[in-house]
């Protein structure tokens, strides 16, 4: 089966040209059966395809996400079917706190582009540089992104192997001429998102792969691009600050940190028994 697994929205992502719909029509004519949704913490458009009274046929659309923490760049989430979490869809979140929330329900993460630019991707932050053993609470790599170059991709697939990763691509799409230039295949037919996680789990095969889309922002914009770069890490901060309100209010009322809490108690507990024994 092939998917491709990072693609955006117009529908979602405030910096995306591309209809969902016409997203689908795309990967269809290039033989691709499916696709996960990962517009940047929203799922505006998952919830708009869910309510088409036609869908596409022969096509599956996954829910996922692409998630901006404070200090890690961006993450690629899939959580199970019928799972909702409203606290993804409120950007800044720390890397490790994302990642204990996503496991605690269920679900899985991956670095999207771990090798890119600077600020939007884990090897090239902070955290990710102090924090080698982050990479053992993942469950994925996104080893094969079309906007990035070969060199980075080259470097995603080693850090991958690595740390006995499986590997994720995906076109990254924002416009219409950048659809279907990566991919995923998987061995089954996947038509749900606990199906994806069960595979990613599982250890079973994936191939990555596809062709460098050229026309991307970074390409467009040369050396000035780093200005670009650079006002992401202020424009994060600034974006983190006014959700911090509504993030901690969701934190709260959905019992998330409770949860957690309970959760690493009762771990706690289990590591003291089993060491009387």
């Known amino acids: 089966m092939k998917l491709d697994m990072h693609c955006h929205t117009k529908e979602g992502s405030p910096d ?41 046929k ?11 923490t404070i200090d890690a760049g961006h993450m690629l989430i899939v959580m199970p079917t019928g799972v909702k979490l409203p606290i993804l869809e409120l950007r800044g979140l720390p890397v490790m706190l994302l ?34 053993n982050i990479y053992r609470k993942f469950d994925f790599v996104e080893g094969y992104n079309a906007c990035e170059d070969a060199d980075s991709n080259m470097r995603a697939m080693r850090l991958a192997k690595e740390h006995g990763l499986p590997c994720l691509g995906g ?14 295949i ?8 606990t199906e994806l996680i069960n595979y990613i789990r599982s250890g079973k095969s994936t191939r990555v792969g596809g062709v460098h889309y050229e026309h991307t922002t970074k390409a467009k914009l040369g ?4 200005l670009l770069v650079y006002s ?3 424009y994060n901060r600034i974006c ?37 024994n």
């Open 16 to 56: 995306c040209k591309l209809e969902l719909l016409e997203n689908i029509k795309i990967l269809k004519q290039k033989g691709f059966q499916g696709m996960l949704i990962t517009d940047h913490d929203s799922y505006k458009a998952y919830r708009y395809y869910k309510k088409l009274p036609h869908k596409p």
């Open 58 to 68: 022969d096509f599956v659309v996954l829910k996922g996400i692409e998630y901006d």
């Open 99 to 132: 990642i204990e929330i996503v496991h605690h329900y269920g679900g899985i993460i991956g670095p999207a582009h771990p090798c890119g630019e600077k600020f939007l991707s884990i090897t090239n932050t902070l955290r990710g540089k102090l924090a080698g």
């Open 171 to 184: 076109s990254d799409s924002h416009k219409a001429d950048s659809v279907g230039f990566g991919y995923t």
């Open 186 to 193: 998987l061995l089954d037919n996947i038509t749900t998102e």
């Open 223 to 226: 050396i000035a691009n780093k």
């Open 232 to 234: 992401f890490w202020p």
């Open 240 to 276: 983190a600050l006014v959700r911090r309100k509504a993030r901690n209010l969701e934190l709260v009322e959905s019992h998330i940190i409770e949860s957690l809490r309970a959760n690493r108690r009762s771990r706690t507990k289990y590591i003291s028994i089993g060491r009387d």
